[in-house]
T-cell receptor, first 114, second 114 residues
């Protein structure tokens, strides 16, 4: 198993550009999520999905879109990049959203918006 | 709302020293508690967890006990190694309407010197 994979590892955007961060998992997990990591703030949930075709907002969803057309893939779209979106982005997956389950994280994408 | 507070870092220790990283939480109900570790350049990985009061999670010499009376989940290791240098995150999953969301502390940077 490759686990959770993310591409790209690094990205530099100019303000106003759009892009898609890719996330895939090969563990047949129903639950997938996106977090952003900022210094001194831990990780904050952007969007999550409980299965193909079902997505919902987390605590910091503004400026981001998601879709889940397959169980394996959960891309995160930045519609019009802003410097405030400079961060490290992590995708995570879990068998379900039950609270006691381990969540598996990808290696992250470091995004800089200039 | 739910929140997690970790001791401020960074923490610098000599090899074989005793480690404690404090973590306290605020949550309704009975959350599951986690410690995740992030090694340099990598994503987060689960270190240990506890899902009910008085449970002790343990892994790789690290331990933490779920203390509901003090709402704490302090991480301890009796003898740290250089390879333990990483960022440690305390997190909770409150279940119910939190929909799988992990609430993270701000992270504690640990550096272990030979």
């Amino acid at each position: 198993n490759a686990g959770v994979t993310q591409t790209p590892k690094f990205q530099v955007l100019k303000t106003g550009q759009s892009m898609t961060l890719q996330c895939a998992q090969d563990m047949n997990h129903e639950y997938m999520s996106w977090y952003r990591q900022d210094p001194g703030m831990g990780l904050r949930l952007i969007h999550y999905s409980v299965g193909a075709g079902i997505t919902d907002q987390g605590e910091v969803p503004n400026g981001y879109n998601v879709s889940r057309s397959t169980t394996e893939d959960f891309p995160l779209r930045l519609l019009s990049a802003a410097p405030s979106q400079t961060s490290v982005y992590f995708c995570a997956s879990s068998y379900s959203m039950l609270p006691g389950l381990e969540q598996y994280f990808g290696p992250g994408t470091r995004l800089t918006v200039t | 709302g739910n929140s997690v507070t970790q001791m401020e870092g960074p923490v610098t220790l000599s090899e074989e020293a005793f480690l404690t990283i404090n973590c306290t939480y605020t949550a309704t109900g009975y959350p599951s508690l986690f410690w995740y570790v992030q090694y340099p350049g990598e994503g987060l990985q689960l270190l240990l967890k506890a899902t009910k009061a008085d449970d002790k999670g343990s892994n790789k010499g690290f331990e933490a006990t779920y203390r509901k009376e003090t709402t704490s989940f302090h991480l301890e290791k009796g003898s740290v190694q250089v390879s333990d240098s990483a960022v440690y995150f305390c997190a909770l999953n409150a279940g119910g309407t939190s929909y799988g969301k992990l609430t993270f502390g701000q992270g504690t940077i640990l550096t272990v010197h030979p």
